[in-house]
């Protein structure tokens, strides 16, 4: 096993020239960790798959420094123009039609490519320096939680990547809202850190919420976010307390959540830690509200009962 490297601000180059030279780089984004590798580093973006245990079906996201770069790798209409121009860099992903010569290692075979501009300031240095513009999905095992610090990228993927550039905890701690505009409708292919309400109003258009059935996603179709402990949701926190004792006293232990975008993941990361036999998390109204931290609680939850052969995210 090759010790990963660990680096911070200071050591932007030295993680640039290991990208250039096709290694694989943890990076902060202020979502999530994404782990890096140049997109025309075909070998290396097979290595992000293998590192992470991901299904060969589900594309990556290419990540620019600047939106100015989006065109080399998308071909933008007027609605991606006005939503990079008003909303990028920051949590957004947009599904386009791709360039020539993106390849299929980044878009697993789709004639679409999903671009976003991360706003971590770190990141955007990282690229820069790299020269090109990078593909990144969460530096997590798949089926893992994402991570939201260096030490999580460590827990799952040391020892199997070449760095990690630790920016310290990401900020929002949830994915990219991902929209697809590729036919008529806009379309939410993924809630996210990015409220869909945001996007509807300068779109002028309600978002479609897209479901697996009428091809949203490949990565929705896999068991995402999940602990090793079971996670179960209630919706008060006069039922929580009820549960907790009810679970301790058949000699289960217990880890209890407060759920927030930025903490969902380290919090679901310290349930398995603690080795909680359950991780009970508070499903509040104002909870359900934030779409995208319901839509992660909801997948966290789902019992273990996917099909083995087809993977995780
Ligand atoms: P992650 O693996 O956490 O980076 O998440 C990336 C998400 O974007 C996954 O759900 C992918 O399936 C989705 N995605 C990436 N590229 C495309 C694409 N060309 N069309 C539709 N979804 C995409
Ligand atoms: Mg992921």
Known sequence: MTPTQVLDASSIDRAALILREGGLVAMPTETVYGL???????????AIFAAKGRPADNPLIVHCADVADLDAIAVLDERAR????????????????????IGDDVTAGLD?????????????ALIRAAGCPVAAPSANISGRPSPTTAEHVLADLGGRIDAVLDGGPCSEGIESTVVGLLGPDAVLLRPGALPASTIEALLGVPLRRAGISDGGSPGLRYRHYAPAAAVELVNTENELEKRKQQLEHEGRSVYVVVPSAATLYADLRMGDLLQADRILVLCDGTIRRNEA?????????????HDTTAGHD
């Open 36 to 46: 890096a590798a140049c997109i025309d580093r075909p070998k290396a973006l097979r």
């Open 293 to 305: 931290l319901l839509n992660r609680l909801m997948k966290a939850a789902e019992p273990f009962t």
């Open 82 to 101: 006005r939503l990079a121009a008003l909303l990028m860099p920051g949590p957004l992903t947009m599904v386009l039609p791709r360039r020539e010569g």
């Open 112 to 124: 679409t490519v999903a671009v976003r501009v991360p706003a971590h300031t770190l990141a955007r």
